[in-house]
Structure formats: C-alpha cells, structure tokens
C-alpha cells in the first residue's frame, strides 16, 4: 500500500527564518510527487510536480526537491504570508493520489 | 473561470437525513474525484470516475452513492448521515499525471 509521512506535523518560524518540510514515500510506480498548499476554508492548490529523483522545482522562496525515498520542500526567508498548511501526495500507477497528513507551518512577523 | 465548484459550502443536518453534494468542473479533464479531509487534515480518497465511468472505490460505506451524469459532473449522495460523516468533502479533477485541481469544499456537520 502506498505511504506518504510529512515531517514535521507543526512548524513555526521567524519571518526570514529558513527551513524545511519533510515527505518521506513509498509507492509502487511513481507516476509524480506533488506538493500543495491549503489555506483555511480553502481547497489545496497545487504548488509543485517532481517525477524523478533527482528533480528540482522553484518558485518565489519555495523550492521543491526529490529523491527516490523521500522529497523536501524548503522555504527561503519565510513571509507571513507563506502560512499555511502543505500537503505532500504521491501518484501511483493505479492512479490513485496518496496524501500525508500535511504540515502546518507559521511565520510570525 | 476554469474552476472546480462544488455546492453547497456548508451543509448541516440531523443523523438519518439524506443530502447530496453537487461538483462540476470546467477544466476538460476525463477524471474527477471525492476525498473526504477529517478534523485533523488528513485528506482520504473516497470515488474516483473516470469519464463517467468508476475507476476508484475506497473502503466507503454503502450509504456514500457517487454519479457522474457527464465527465464534467460527479455528485455525491450521502443515505442515512451518521455523526461520524461530519468532515469537509472536497471534489477535485485531474487529467493523467497532472496535478489535481480542487474545489473549495463542502463542510458537513450531522447534529
């Protein structure tokens, strides 16, 4: 069965504090890794694609990388604006999309 | 808009009523989903269809009925609603290995 475990389950940074946020998998035929962000009341809204390891993707302070066991989603000088909750999920050959239970992160100005 | 929309956003009812939750989405993809997200934000995959046809059917309670009429549309039919069925319902699409593109959700609360 597929697994997805995010790390950590809560994070509260320092705006301009950097850090990063942890999704370990395992899954039978990696159709894709995809990271999204959910904002309160709101549903998740796809930030990142990763197909193989090795893999990178950036946009604004957000940087998403991938190995074959594990991807990380690293935040450059956090703005308060950039909290909210992060969801990783895997995509199998099946189809089906696997989600972690997501990571809630915080910047305080 | 190209979107996901799902109606209602807030549905509260007593147990052993019945409701539906209505999806349609503009966005031209074949595959469109039900995933149900608990009080601690984990989101669960409960139907999946496949141009009208179902593809994905988690360990769901027979009470949960999906249909889809077209690709465009999947509605979700909920028999007999129990307190454990509270949750936020969100409908999402998505076309091969693309990304899934989610409503806002529909919160359910059964008193």
């Known amino acids: 069965e597929d697994q997805v475990t995010q790390s950590p389950e809560a994070l509260r940074l320092q705006e301009g504090e950097s850090s990063s946020l942890n999704c370990s998998y395992t899954?039978?035929?990696?159709?894709?890794l995809f990271w999204y962000r959910q904002d309160p009341g709101k549903g998740p809204e796809f930030l990142f694609t990763?197909?193989?390891a090795g893999e990178e993707k950036e946009k604004e302070r957000l940087k998403a990388t991938l190995t074959k066991k594990e991807s990380f989603l690293h935040i450059t000088a956090p703005k308060p604006e950039d909290s909210a909750t992060y969801l990783c999920?895997?995509?199998?050959?099946?189809?089906?999309?696997?989600f972690g239970d997501g990571t809630t992160l915080t910047v305080k100005p | 808009d190209t979107a996901v929309s799902q109606t209602p956003k807030y549905l509260v009812t007593q147990m052993g009523n019945d409701k539906s939750i209505k999806c349609e989405q503009n966005?031209?993809?074949?595959?469109m989903y039900w995933y149900k997200q608990d009080s601690k934000k984990f989101l669960k995959i409960m139907f999946s269809?496949?141009?009208?046809?179902?593809?994905i059917n988690e360990t769901v309670p027979n009470r949960f009925s999906p249909k889809s009429p077209d690709k465009a549309h999947l509605n979700l039919h909920i028999n007999s609603l129990e307190l454990g069925d509270s949750a936020v319902y969100f409908c999402?699409?998505?076309?091969?290995?693309?990304?899934?593109?989610f409503g806002n959700g529909t919160r359910l609360t059964v008193t």
């Open positions: 999402a699409s998505s076309q091969e290995r693309s990304p899934l593109h």
């Open positions: 899954v039978s035929g990696l159709r894709g």
């Open positions: 990763l197909y193989s």
């Open positions: 999920a895997v995509k199998a050959n099946a189809g089906k999309s696997t």
């Open positions: 966005l031209g993809h074949d595959t």
């Open positions: 269809y496949n141009n009208k046809e179902l593809i």
